[in-house]
């Protein structure tokens, strides 16, 4: 557990005056074997943050308290030497002022890690999310191909899916394949500007192959 209090003398963004806010977090993690591993996490932020002109009725803008509660309830398992299993469940509520009603979002991951020859793995997660707006995005770490990080923001509703394949071929060639398909609930369109895309689905494909002297 930990708890901050933070204090700045000037302004910062979307933070038009000086301002001060804390932090608090809770871990509780239990591991009844050697190959498995429960936890839970509630974290709350009280930071500044200027509220909508529509609500203070000022022309320039006016900071107020925003409130987040956030909620992780993570369970890894390995039920044999060649399968990992990890569920994860993450929430938010905030509020950004006691005028203003409180808004959520949340994402209900399943991971698997599989070990299908003794070169080659396979990593794959299928995710469904829900969120009211882009402030109560959600973010997970995904794997993908080596010295690669992706950490995509999933907001609006839908969900997320994932599969990267690792081969090594022999002690100088190593391959790896990634697919990755967002799909979004109520939408026409994913993006904007020039990288608007048609439809209501974004994919990604990525390859590598390492050679090794």
Request: charged letters at 20%.
């Amino acid at each position: 557990m930990y708890f901050d209090q933070f204090r700045f003398s000037w302004l910062r963004y979307r933070v038009s005056a000086p301002s001060h806010g804390q932090d608090a977090l809770l871990r509780l993690a239990f591991a009844p074997t050697k190959t498995s591993l429960l936890y839970a996490q509630y974290r709350a932020r009280l930071k500044p943050l200027d509220l909508p002109t529509s609500l203070t009725g000022r022309a320039v803008p006016l900071p107020g308290q925003q409130l987040r509660h956030s909620l992780l309830l993570y369970c890894d398992v390995q039920p044999t030497a060649q399968l990992g299993l990890r569920t994860r469940l993450q929430a938010t509520y905030l509020r950004a002022d006691d005028n203003l009603p409180w808004r959520r979002g949340y994402v209900l991951s399943q991971d698997a890690t599989v070990q299908l020859a003794r070169r080659v793995s396979l990593a794959a997660r299928y995710a469904v999310f829900d969120t009211d707006d882009y402030d109560t995005r959600q973010y997970i770490f995904e794997q993908d191909v080596l010295y690669a990080v992706s950490v995509p923001a999933l907001y609006g509703q839908g969900t997320r899916a994932y599969a990267l394949i690792q081969a090594t071929l022999n002690k100088h060639f190593t391959l790896w394949l990634r697919y990755a398909d967002t799909r979004y609930r109520h939408q026409t369109t994913v993006g904007s500007g020039l990288e608007q895309i048609q439809g209501n689905a974004r994919s990604e494909v990525t390859a590598q192959v390492r050679y090794k002297l």
